[in-house]
C-alpha cells in the first residue's frame, strides 16, 4: 500500500488585470513589516536635516526635533492608512479607487500624475542605491552595473510583490531592525556636541516636514492595503509599522548629523566610521531596493488602471526597464525633485476628498468602480480648492510655478506664518469642501 503526498499548496500572487479579485493574504504582520522597511530609507537618513534645520529658521533643540518627528509622521501616517482604508474595503488599487469619486474617465488625472510621480521616485531610489554602493566601495562599482542590478531586483521583486512581502516580514525587517539597533547604540554611546544659537521657532515646519514625507505614500498605499484580510489589519499595520519606523529613522538620521556638524554629505561617513559599520550599512543599502519596488508596482498598478486588461507582470518589466535607463543617465536629481515634490501636493488634498466621500458620502450607498463609472466633475471642485489651499501655503522649488503664486499671495495679501502647515490645512480645507457637496448631495 502507497500514500500519496500532500499536494503543496501555492500561495496565491498579486492579480494579473484589473477586473481579477485580489488575493487577501496579508495579517497585521505582513502590513506591519511591510511598512516598516517603507518608513527606513537612506533618504531619510539624510532628509533629517530638514526637520533639525527647517528652511529660514534657526536649528531646533534636539527635544523639539524629536517631537516635531513624532508628531509630523503621526499625523501623516494617519492620513496613509485613511487612504490604506479605501482600498481594503474596495479590493481595488490606489488608482482604480478614483473611479468611483470621479468616474473611470476622470479618474485618468490622478492617475497620469501618479505614474509621473512613481516613476520619478523610482530612478530616484535606484540613484540612492547606487550612492550607497559608492560610499560602501569607494566608487570601485561602475555606477551603471549598480543601477542595472538594483533594477534587475526591483522589477524582478515587482512581478511577485505577495512573495516579497511574505520574505520582508521573515528575513528583511528582523535584518533591518539588527541594522538599525546597532547604529543607535554605537551613536547614543557617543556625546553630542554642543549646539549655540538653537530655538524652538521652526518647529511647526519641521512638523510639516515630517508630515509630509510620510503622505507621500498616500497614492500607493491601496495597492499594499487591497490584499488584507481586513480593514483593521490593513490600517493597524500600517499605522504602527510606518510610523515607528520613520520616527526611528529620522531620530537615527538626526544623531547622525549632530555628530558631523548637520552636513548631510558627511552622513554615510557617520556610519561607515562606527566599528563593522559598513556590514549593517550594507544590509540598509540593500533592503532600500523594496523602496524602488513599491515604485515600480504602483506605477504598474497605475497604468492598470488605464489599461485593464494588459498583464501587471508586462506592464512592471516596461516600468522597471525605463526607471534603469533614465537612472543610469542621471547626473543631476535636484530639479526634477522639485518637480516631484510639486507633483505628490496633488494628493494630500486629493486624499482627503477620497476618504471624506467613501466613508461619508457616495461611498456608503454606492461606489462604482466599473469601467463605465459615470464622470462626477462635481468633486474636481474641493481637490482644486485644497490644491490652492495647498500652494498658497508652500509654492515648491520649481521656480516658474512658485514665483507665480508668490505675486499671488501679494495680490490677495497673504503670506505663510510659522504656523501654516501646507499639507495639514490643504487636507483639512479639501475635507471640508467635500463634506458640504456629501450634504447637498443627501439632501439632493
Aim: hydrophobic letters at 55%.
Amino acid at each position: 500500500m502507497t500514500t500519496e503526498s500532500p499536494r503543496r499548496k501555492t500561495e496565491p500572487e498579486a492579480p494579473l488585470r484589473l477586473s481579477t479579485e485580489p488575493a487577501r493574504t496579508f495579517g497585521f504582520a505582513d502590513q506591519a513589516a511591510f511598512w516598516t522597511n517603507l518608513g527606513i530609507s537612506l533618504i531619510g537618513f539624510t532628509g533629517a536635516i530638514y526637520v533639525l534645520k527647517p528652511a529660514g529658521y534657526a536649528q531646533l533643540p534636539l527635544v523639539a526635533a524629536i517631537i516635531a518627528t513624532v508628531v509630523g509622521t503621526v499625523i501623516g501616517t494617519s492620513m496613509v492608512a485613511a487612504a490604506g482604508a479605501v482600498g481594503a474595503r474596495t479590493g481595488a488599487p490606489a488608482m482604480a479607487n478614483f473611479r468611483g469619486l470621479f468616474g473611470t474617465k476622470l479618474s485618468t488625472l490622478p492617475t497620469v500624475a501618479n505614474i509621473v510621480q512613481c516613476v520619478g521616485w523610482g530612478v530616484f531610489e535606484l540613484t540612492v542605491i547606487a550612492a550607497g554602493v559608492a560610499a560602501l566601495t569607494h566608487d570601485r562599482i561602475p555606477h551603471a552595473i549598480v543601477v542595472i542590478a538594483a533594477g534587475v531586483v526591483s522589477t524582478v521583486m515587482a512581478i511577485w510583490p505577495i512573495h516579497v512581502v511574505g520574505i520582508l516580514r521573515k528575513y528583511v525587517t528582523v535584518a533591518v531592525f539588527i541594522a538599525m539597533t546597532y547604529f543607535t547604540i554605537q551613536l547614543v554611546r557617543q556625546p553630542l556636541p554642543e549646539v549655540a544659537d538653537t530655538s524652538w521657532a521652526g518647529f511647526f515646519p519641521a512638523v510639516d516636514t515630517a508630515l509630509a514625507v510620510a503622505v507621500s505614500f498616500v497614492p500607493l498605499a491601496a495597492d499594499y492595503t487591497r490584499h488584507s484580510r481586513s480593514t483593521r489589519a490593513a490600517t493597524s499595520g500600517m499605522l504602527v509599522g510606518y510610523s515607528v519606523a520613520q520616527t526611528w529613522c529620522y531620530l537615527l538620521g538626526i544623531i547622525a548629523l549632530l555628530h558631523v556638524g548637520g552636513d548631510p554629505d558627511r552622513l554615510f561617513d557617520t556610519f561607515l566610521g562606527i566599528a563593522a559599520g559598513w556590514v549593517f550599512f550594507a544590509v540598509l543599502v540593500l533592503r532600500e531596493t523594496d523602496q524602488s519596488f513599491a515604485n515600480v508596482y504602483s506605477t504598474a498598478m497605475s497604468i492598470q488602471n488605464l489599461f485593464p486588461r494588459v498583464d501587471r507582470r508586462v506592464l512592471a518589466g516596461i516600468v522597471g526597464v525605463i526607471a534603469t535607463v533614465f537612472a543610469i543617465n542621471v547626473t543631476d536629481f535636484s530639479w526634477y525633485a522639485n518637480f516631484l515634490y510639486l507633483i505628490g501636493s496633488v494628493f494630500i488634498p486629493l486624499t482627503a476628498v477620497l476618504v471624506v466621500d467613501f466613508f461619508f458620502g457616495r461611498g456608503r450607498r454606492k461606489w462604482d468602480l466599473s469601467p463605465s463609472s459615470p464622470a462626477r466633475p462635481i468633486m474636481l471642485l474641493p481637490w482644486a480648492i485644497g490644491f490652492i489651499v495647498y500652494q498658497l501655503c508652500n509654492p515648491g522649488s520649481v521656480t516658474w510655478w512658485a514665483n507665480w503664486w508668490v505675486s499671488v499671495q501679494d495680490r490677495i495679501g497673504f503670506h505663510p506664518s510659522w504656523w501654516t502647515s501646507a499639507s495639514l490645512l490643504s487636507f483639512v480645507v479639501a475635507g471640508l469642501a467635500t463634506g458640504v457637496i456629501v450634504v447637498i448631495d443627501r439632501r439632493s
